[in-house]
């Protein structure tokens, strides 16, 4: 029996990275960790410890920090431009390059805001990531954990009943979740876009995502989840495919009839675990002709 090596990549996780853009007195900042992976011809440093073609991670570190001198513009142009800048070498093959964008708030935004004086909310991410293999490069946009939640317009009836359920129906419930979208840029939009056209794209994706919580009546969050991935796909031509995946956020009815108190569906608790699951992958059905897009495999924890 012999021993192979399989597949493999390496890099630097998680370079954390603040750029300061200040051209005016009107600071602007973008806050991201991006992740830079390597593939290709790294056969030798497995098997015998030879580092020749190994660009250290902490080169890769380096790049990220010395790239951001020249502007981060949008995360997904930032990182085609590491990809591109490490796909020039010989032995790197191919490789994944991935950026997660913290939000921040000018402080007393009510008016124009502070000038250089920033508050930072929501457990929220922007995402991005860039796929290169032999096929070419593949970019990926999306969010992460955008909190939300309707306090009516949601119902969850008609389910199987057997001698485990207790679940009650329920016409009138809270919906919430956190909710986590990846969508696929077709390539021709992913070759021609610049970071205005990333920055745009990715606030229209997600005011869909959110204006269709928002209006359809849920039946069930999985109605939901595949009317917010419908939604986008028929907006944005240039967008293959999306996936989502959503906690069901359960908010219970607090029986208070012990104290002699009603409760029409105004007092809840708000449990954190456990919780529904909810994963889609929205398609067009002519778009799936060559099988799975392999920048899924890619994305660990997800449909
Ligand atoms: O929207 C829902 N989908 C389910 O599949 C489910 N299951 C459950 O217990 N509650 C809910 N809610």
């Known amino acids: 029996m012999s021993i192979v090596l399989g597949p493999n ?19 602007r900042i973008t806050d991201l960790c991006v992740t830079s992976q390597l593939r290709g011809d790294f056969r030798a440093t497995h098997v015998s410890g030879d ?22 513009g949008s995360p997904e142009t930032f990182l085609l431009r590491l990809a591109r800048h490490f796909l020039r070498e010989p032995q790197v093959t191919g490789g994944r390059w991935r950026a997660e964008q913290y939000g ?25 990531l860039v796929h290169a293999d032999d ?35 329920t016409d009138d419930r809270i919906l919430a979740t956190d909710v986590t979208a990846w969508w ?13 056209e990333f920055d745009e794209r990715h606030a229209a994706v997600r005011a869909l995502l959110l204006t269709t919580f928002a209006d359809l009546h849920s039946l069930a969050l ?29 908010h219970f009815l607090v029986d208070l009839e012990p104290f002699g108190l009603d409760n029409p569906g105004e007092v809840f608790f708000a449990a954190d675990r456990p919780y529904g699951l909810i994963e889609a992958a929205v398609q067009r059905q002519d778009g799936q002709a060559g099988g799975e897009h392999p920048v899924w495999a890619t994305i660990g924890g997800f449909v």
Not at 51 to 72: S, Y
Not at 109 to 118: K, L, Q, S, Y
Not at 135 to 164: C, H, I, M, N
């Open 9 to 27: 990549q390496y890099g630097k996780a998680e370079v954390r990275l603040l750029r300061v853009d200040r051209d005016t007195a009107r600071h």
């Open 51 to 72: 580092n020749t073609g190994v660009i250290a991670t902490d080169t890769q570190k380096n790049t990220v920090q010395a790239f951001a001198r020249d502007g981060v």
């Open 104 to 128: 921040w708030q000018r402080i007393g935004a009510r008016g124009a805001g502070h000038d250089h004086a920033f508050v930072r909310g929501a457990a929220e991410r922007r995402t991005a």
């Open 135 to 169: 096929a070419g490069l593949t970019v990926l946009a999306g969010v992460q954990d955008v909190t939300v939640l309707k306090s009516t317009g949601s119902e969850f009836s008609g389910f199987p009943r057997d001698r485990y359920t207790t679940l009650a129906e």
């Open 184 to 196: 696929r840029y077709a390539p021709s939009f992913a070759e021609a876009a610049g970071p205005r």
């Open 222 to 250: 999985q109605q939901t989840v595949f009317a917010m991935g419908r939604a986008v796909l028929e907006a944005f031509d240039d967008i293959a495919e999306i996936r989502l995946s959503c906690p069901n956020n359960h």
